[in-house]
C-alpha cells in the first residue's frame, strides 16, 4: 500500500505561480513513475506530468509544457510541481499519482492515488 499526500494549492491572480507536492509512503517504491493530473469541474482527469523517482525521467502533457517544472526528491520520495504563469484554464483539483507501468500519461498507468488539491486561478 502506498499513501500520497498532496499539498501546496490555493488561489492565485493569472501569472502567478505555485508549487505543488506529493509526498509518499508505505510500500517501497523503487523506480515508481509519480504522476500529475487534472481534472475541472465536467471534464476528464488529464495528464499533466509525471517522473520516475530513481531515473529521474521527466514527462510532460500539453497542459505542463513550457510552463510547468516536474521535479523529484528520491531521498524524501516526494515530487514537486512547480506551475508558472498560471492561467484561469488551469484552475482543476490537482491529483498525485503512483505507478509502475511502462507508460505513464494515462490514469490507467497509476495504482495509488492522492485525495487531490485545488488550484484555482481568477482574477
Known amino acids: 500500500q502506498v499513501r500520497l499526500v498532496e499539498s501546496g494549492g490555493g488561489s492565485v491572480q493569472p501569472g502567478d505561480s505555485l508549487r505543488l507536492s506529493c509526498a509518499a509512503s508505505?510500500?517501497?517504491?523503487?523506480?515508481?513513475?509519480m504522476g500529475w493530473f487534472r481534472q475541472a469541474p465536467g471534464k476528464e482527469r488529464e495528464f499533466v506530468a509525471a517522473i520516475r523517482l530513481i531515473s529521474d525521467s521527466p514527462f510532460y502533457g500539453d497542459p505542463a509544457k513550457g510552463r510547468f517544472t516536474i521535479a523529484g526528491d528520491n531521498s524524501k520520495n516526494t515530487v514537486y510541481l512547480h506551475m508558472n504563469r498560471l492561467k484561469p484554464e488551469d484552475t482543476a483539483v490537482y491529483y498525485c499519482?503512483?505507478?509502475?507501468?511502462?507508460?505513464?500519461?494515462?490514469?490507467?498507468?497509476?495504482?495509488?492515488w492522492g485525495q487531490g488539491t485545488q488550484v484555482t486561478v481568477s482574477s
Open positions: 499519482a503512483a505507478g509502475w507501468a511502462d507508460t505513464v500519461a494515462t490514469v490507467s498507468s497509476y495504482t495509488y
Open positions: 508505505g510500500r517501497t517504491l523503487g523506480d515508481v513513475a
